[in-house]
């Protein structure tokens, strides 16, 4: 193998300029290719693995952070989903995966402990209610009233 400087264009070498004819058989060979020949070629197949789509769940945080920012759990998963969409960007599918996996699990824990303590609020809230209802009965008719 030659590692010496060959000239772009034929006829450099020669001190002689380029032809419009060269130039333009040169763009030819250069669009079209080389000549084809009768022989088989071999043929190289290259696979592209498509983008795979990585789930962030950032609006699922957003929700959860929004109105079930139980014990800030929503908060933190929206954090955890965009460090997975930023590993995203990058082209980190197995860091993104990573942190999405993550933010997925913290917006289960908040959304199941948000709705057992809204539960549990509006339960304490109604027997609270009734208690006092009848507290407020009872005094009415033990002071004589009607």
């Known amino acids: 193998m030659s590692r010496g400087c060959q000239p772009f264009f034929p006829g450099a070498h020669t001190g002689v300029p380029p032809t419009y004819e060269m130039l333009k058989e040169e763009h030819e060979v250069a669009v079209l290719g080389a000549p084809q020949s009768s022989a088989p070629g071999t043929t190289t197949v290259v696979t592209i693995r498509s983008e795979t789509a990585v789930p962030d769940h950032i609006v699922w945080s957003l929700f959860n952070t929004i109105f079930m920012n139980w014990c800030c759990l929503g908060f933190v998963a929206f954090a955890y989903s965009v460090k997975s969409r930023d590993r995203k960007m990058v082209g980190d599918m197995t860091g993104a995966r990573t942190y999405a996996s ?3 699990c913290l ?12 539960i ?3 339960i304490f809230f109604v027997a609270g209610s009734l208690m006092i209802s009848q507290t407020i009965s009872e005094v009415i008719k033990q002071y004589g009233g009607p």
């Open 102 to 104: 993550t933010a997925k």
């Open 107 to 118: 917006n289960v824990w908040a959304l199941v402990l948000g709705l057992l303590l809204t």
């Open 120 to 122: 549990t609020f509006i």
